[in-house]
């Protein structure tokens, strides 16, 4: 029997991007070692054996430490996660947790809270959220412009201040179904260092639409208001995902 070596290593190595995402994406083999491992029978002939063992276990670990579905919550004609974003490809365990920061149209997390280093300074590019660089969970993605606006239509959705285990957010609730959605402070990152501001006091959602090649749109609360924003793209946010 012949093995397609290339596609069962993508398919390892893909399965474990998409399970672990490690700390700067550097995963734990390349493509080409585990062809290498294989080709020359470094790892046993039973394979394909061994690795539906691996993907089982991968899998479990996965469902079990990872959040990676959320039942979500329609407000105003549009379906949230009712959690933001943590790693790649999951949510956050509770509503008032922050997650990861990102920059616009970039799939590398960043702290909320930790210092960090290597920082990405550079001015993303594209004319809109791409697909592949979206960190969304399997079936969400992130919102545009127009979704961002229904959460703001205050003639359908009120909000307000409040506190959940202690974190400060807005919580807004949709004025024919009594749905609700809390959105938790979050602060941003400053596009130039990467310096964490406002942690406590505001939060910061990108949308996947562009302002021009410099802004992208994005929803900002605090205490007193809550309104859609333009800010410089390389600034790490927040992401809050709707369905797809």
């Not at 998409?18 to 994406?25: A, G, M």
């Amino acid at each position: 029997m012949r093995y397609d070596f290339k596609n069962l290593a993508i398919n390892i190595q893909n399965f474990i991007k998409k399970t672990f995402f490690l700390k700067n994406h550097y995963y734990i083999c390349s493509t080409n070692s585990l062809i290498q491992m294989m080709k020359y029978k470094i790892l046993p002939l039973g394979l394909l054996l061994v690795a539906g063992l691996v993907f089982a276990f991968l899998n479990s670990y996965s469902q079990t430490f990872r959040n990676t579905s959320d039942r979500g919550v329609v407000i105003n004609g549009v379906k949230w996660a009712t959690c933001n974003v943590a790693n790649p490809g999951a949510f956050t365990s509770k509503p008032e947790d922050t997650g990861m920061l990102y920059q616009w149209n970039r799939e590398i997390a960043w702290s909320d809270t930790a210092d960090i280093s290597n920082w990405d300074a550079s001015i993303p590019g594209g004319n809109t959220w791409e697909y592949e660089n979206d960190p969304s969970p399997a079936g969400w993605r992130v919102p545009n412009f127009a979704e961002i606006q229904t959460l703001l239509d205050t003639t359908r959705v009120a909000n307000e201040w409040i506190t959940v285990n202690g974190v400060d957010g807005r919580k807004f609730t949709d004025k024919f179904t009594g749905n609700s959605l809390f959105l938790p402070t979050t602060g941003y990152r400053n596009n130039n260092h990467g310096v964490l501001n406002s942690a406590a006091t505001h939060g910061y959602y990108w949308c996947s639409t562009q302002l021009n090649s410099l802004n992208a749109y994005g929803l900002r609360f605090s205490d007193s208001y809550a309104s859609s924003n333009d800010d410089f793209r390389g600034e790490g946010k927040a992401l809050r995902c709707v369905a797809e």
